[in-house]
């Protein structure tokens, strides 16, 4: 079964741009969560999706958004970047109690480095 | 919110002696307690995994126990090997109906030295 895999795997911008990146679960799996994950705060909890809700949001700014589509791929959003945002964006999916699925064992994907210049 | 602290944050050992990372938590609502393994430039990779239920796991080198009195749980691997090195994050997380949030520790940067 192959894993969550992330687009793109780096991605340069400028401040001010904004920018969309994108998660493809565990084929199966229907929750999706983003991190955030920086040398000075670690890894931090943006939001969660589940069935193109978002049901549990972290605490950061309204600049960060996302949605997930009805065959759970999930993408997140990034508006009027700043020199902070430069960070290794990680998804993890969660099968939800499918049959064979431990409901909240979430799997990491190899994540999107993005750099805000 | 929960709060999640480990230490060290950095550890050396000799190939096939062993190593601990430790953990604390502060929600003792947190029922779920994962440890991932980050390698340079890849996603963290989970290794293991207790509830609360549960005093001890294991999975061949690799232990995990947890204290829920005192809110900690702990790491251990045995027989450690150079590709043993690698970052080490322990997460704590609250799993119920509709909550799904890891909190992670700040890592511990494992070196085996062969």
């Known amino acids: 079964k192959a894993g969550v895999t992330q687009t793109p795997r780096y991605l340069i911008k400028t401040r001010g741009q904004q920018v969309t990146l994108s998660c493809s679960p565990i084929?199966?799996?229907?929750?999706v969560s983003w991190y955030q994950q920086t040398p000075g705060q670690g890894l931090q909890f943006l939001f969660e999706?589940?069935?193109?809700?978002?049901?549990n949001k972290g605490n950061f700014p309204g600049r960060f958004s996302g949605r997930q589509f009805s065959n759970s791929r999930s993408e997140m959003n990034v508006s009027t970047l700043e020199l902070g945002d430069s960070a290794l964006y990680l998804c993890?999916?969660?099968?939800?109690?499918?049959?064979?699925?431990?409901?909240?064992?979430?799997?990491f994907g190899p994540g999107t480095r993005l750099t805000v210049l | 919110g929960e709060n999640v602290e480990q230490h060290p944050s950095t550890l050396s050992v000799q190939e096939g002696d062993s190593a601990v990372i430790k953990c604390t938590y502060s929600?003792?609502?947190?029922?779920?307690f994962p440890w991932y393994k980050q390698e340079l430039g890849k996603g963290p990779q989970l290794i293991i995994d207790?509830?609360?239920?549960?005093g001890e796991k294991k999975d061949q080198r690799i232990a995990v126990t947890l204290n829920k009195t005192a809110k900690h749980f702990s790491l251990h691997i045995t027989e450690t090997q150079p590709e043993d090195s690698a970052v080490y994050f322990c997460?704590?997380?609250?799993?119920?109906?509709?909550?799904?949030?890891?909190?992670f520790g700040s890592g511990t940067q494992l070196t085996v030295l062969p």
């Open positions: 993890a999916s969660s099968s939800e109690g499918l049959a064979g699925g431990r409901r909240d064992t979430q799997y």
């Open positions: 999706y589940f069935s193109e809700t978002q049901r």
């Open positions: 997460a704590a997380s609250f799993s119920s109906g509709s909550a799904r949030q890891l909190t």
């Open positions: 207790i509830r609360s239920n549960v």
């Open positions: 929600d003792s609502a947190s029922n779920y």
């Open positions: 084929s199966g799996h229907r929750s």
